[in-house]
């Protein structure tokens, strides 16, 4: 139950297109779904997180769509650009005193042709 | 303001030594976690602390790995004896807090490589 479903693997799209990204889980004590890029050799860095009590939140070509009665949420990157090239994972988090606990995907890599 | 800071980077040890690894959080986070991230996989949480407390350790090989926080602030994540399926990435993270403090930052991580 503490799952977190992440797909596709691996991605590849052409430059300008849109990247999606679709994770699921089963938990519905989680409470915070942020995503994470990860380029080589570096470690995960937030890109844009959302709470189950909104549908949608866009910062700049990053949206996150959430649809809490399926239990799913995605990433959507518009405009895809090469340098948008890593690997992305979705996580979530329990609520309660997990300080913070998070379940990470399986993670994506995403390659953007130019 | 500095990022989380690991080291070593890089590591290669052979099978049934031991080896350890250091992190420096964000000056003043008081959660610190450890993930062991498996090639192709995603970040697989070992341990985390609360200042120097251990809040969740339930994932953590505790007959080869222990881990320790002094004096709340920075942290060591020892493996002893290592195994072949100890490769993989040591990252630490770290969060100031709750709520809008919710992010966690990640060192660069350890590759450790056992043979």
């Known amino acids: 139950q503490q799952q977190v479903k992440q797909s596709p693997q691996s991605l590849i799209v052409q430059k300008g297109g849109i990247s999606i990204i679709n994770c699921a889980y089963e938990?519905?004590?989680?409470?915070?779904f942020p995503w994470y890029q990860q380029f080589p050799g570096k470690g995960p860095a937030l890109l844009i997180a959302i709470r189950p009590d909104v549908s949608e939140k866009k910062e700049g070509r990053f949206t996150i769509s959430f649809n809490k009665s399926a239990k799913q949420f995605s990433l959507h990157i518009m405009d895809s650009q090469p340098g948008d090239s890593a690997t992305y994972f979705c996580a979530a988090r329990a609520g309660g005193t997990s300080y913070g606990k998070l379940t990470f995907g399986q993670g994506t890599i995403l390659t953007v042709h130019p | 303001e500095a990022g989380v800071a690991q080291s070593p980077r890089y590591k290669i040890i052979e099978k049934r030594q031991s080896v350890a690894f250091w992190c420096n959080p964000i000056?003043?986070?008081?959660?610190l976690y450890w993930y062991q991230q498996i090639l192709g996989q995603g970040p697989k949480l070992l341990i985390q602390f609360q200042n120097n407390g251990v809040v969740d350790d339930s994932q953590l090989p505790k007959d080869r790995f222990s881990a320790e926080r002094l004096k709340g602030v920075d942290s060591t994540l020892k493996i002893q004896p290592a195994k072949l399926e100890d490769s993989a990435v040591y990252l630490c993270?770290?969060?100031?807090?709750?709520?809008?403090?919710?992010?966690?930052?990640f060192g660069p991580g350890t590759r450790l490589t056992v043979l």
């Open positions: 993270a770290s969060r100031a807090g709750g709520g809008a403090r919710d992010t966690q930052y």
């Open positions: 000056s003043g986070h008081a959660t």
């Open positions: 938990n519905t004590a989680f409470d915070y």
